[in-house]
């Protein structure tokens, strides 16, 4: 116990999925939780996002764990939000020792044209750079900076049959993509000042964006209105060990080593979370 003790964690899309499980983690480890999140349904997403009650959830299991809670409303796609943010973090807790930028949404619907994209993009990207840049100020000594990708990020995507026809996936993958290079390019501007950046890849992970409707349809297009028990042997083909999904926590434990003084030396890394998937895409490469 008491692996981050003492230090202060600035988490987004908090309200409930893997940034709740996050936020509890790290308070059980002995951090105070800032948790972040819109908590406000979007047009290209058809499943629901979190709303204030599970928001307020999330501060009140972090305060069971015996650390500070601070939830906020905000928009990580809005700079000016996340600086306010991030200003009451400092006024609250003095300086910021954990940023995990966890909001993200997966925007599968087409309708207008291209907003699925942009959603994708503004949220999981420029939402992501927004809630790190705005904390960058403000970060202490030995501070640790995660982004949550994806294992989409790693995937090479050559061919592509049908251009244009799912802007919202096409967008997620680019914007995870992207998100891990600006990880590594920070990581290696943040070592001067003995802070560190790293990556953590879930494959899928059973949270409520994976258990949609949206989702069950992308691995079972044949059916009309696919259920979980129909989708959920696809599921499997993502990794190399024979499981569907992973867990939130496991990707907590993961986001807590690296939060943690156990990992002062380790940054740059994009580690997977992802069950030996990437192991059945690539060989063996430096």
């Not at 979190?50 to 700079?79: F, H, N």
């Not at 993200?104 to 044209?113: D, H, R, T, V, Y």
């Amino acid at each position: 116990m008491g692996r981050v003790e003492g230090k202060v964690a600035f988490i987004t899309g908090a309200g409930r999925g893997q940034g709740r499980s996050h936020a509890v983690r790290l308070a059980e480890e002995g951090a105070d939780v800032v948790a972040i999140d819109l908590c406000r349904d979007y047009e290209t997403v058809d499943y629901p996002m979190a709303t204030p009650e599970d928001l307020k959830e999330t501060a009140r299991l972090v305060e069971k764990a015996g650390r500070k809670a601070l939830p906020i409303q905000a928009d990580v796609r809005s700079m000016d939000a996340m600086r306010d943010a991030v200003d009451r973090t400092v006024a609250g807790f003095g300086g910021i020792d954990i940023v995990v930028a966890q909001a993200g949404i997966a925007p599968l619907q087409g309708a207008p044209p291209l907003q699925a994209w942009s959603d994708a993009v503004d949220v999981d990207l420029i939402g992501s750079i927004n809630a790190i840049q705005a904390a960058l100020p403000h970060l202490r000594e030995g501070a640790s900076v995660i982004a949550t990708a994806s294992t989409a990020a790693l995937m090479e995507h050559g061919i592509v049959d049908n251009p244009g026809s799912n802007p919202g996936g096409a967008g997620y993958a680019y914007a995870k993509r992207a998100l891990s290079e600006y990880m590594h390019e920070l990581a290696r501007n943040l070592a001067p000042l003995k802070q560190r950046a790293n990556v953590v890849h879930p494959t899928n992970c059973n949270t409520q964006m994976l258990q949609s409707e949206p989702m069950y349809k992308s691995f079972r297009p044949d059916l009309e209105h696919p259920t979980r028990e129909d989708a959920e042997p696809g599921f499997a083909v993502q990794q190399a060990m024979p499981i569907p999904y992973v867990e939130p926590i496991d990707i907590s434990n993961a986001v807590l080593f690296l939060a943690s003084d156990e990992a002062r030396y380790i940054t740059g890394v994009q580690l997977r979370v992802d069950a030996g998937g990437y192991l059945k895409w690539y060989d063996w490469r430096r």
